[in-house]
C-alpha cells in the first residue's frame, strides 16, 4: 500500500469513519504516516483526533488533486531530473551579459528549488560552482 498513489475519496472517507468511530486515525496510517496515527490512536478516547479528522477530510475534499499529489503522492512519483544549466567559466573580467547568464542561471536554480524538483544541498551545490565561474 506504501507504493500505491493515495486517493482523496479514500482518504477523506476515512477521516469521516474516523469521525464517528472509536479508533481514530485510520487516514493517517493510509496516508503512509503512521507516527499521527498512532497519535490520533493514544488519544482516541478525547475528542480531539474527531475534530482533527472532521477539518482534515474537508481538507482533502477541498484540495486540487494536484495539491493532493504535491502533499502525499510525492514521493511516489519519478522525481523528474533538473534541466542541465550549461554555463561556460567566466573570468573577472566577464562581459556583463555572461555575469546576467550566471544570474538567469541561479534564479532557475532558485526556482527549481522552489518548485522541489531539486533539493536544498544541490541547489546550494550549484549555486557555488556558477559563483565560482565569475571569480
Known sequence: MLSRAKQRNIAAALAFVSIVSPISGLHKFYLGQPIWGIFYLLLSWTHIPRVASAVEAIWYLIQTQADFDYNFNRNLSEEPVAPRLEVPPISATSAP???????????????????????????????????????
Open 97 to 135: 551579459q555572461e555575469v546576467g547568464a550566471i544570474a538567469d542561471a541561479v534564479r532557475q536554480l532558485d526556482q527549481l528549488r522552489q518548485d522541489g524538483l531539486i533539493s536544498e544541498y544541490e541547489f546550494e551545490q550549484k549555486r557555488r560552482q556558477l559563483l565560482d565561474r565569475i571569480s
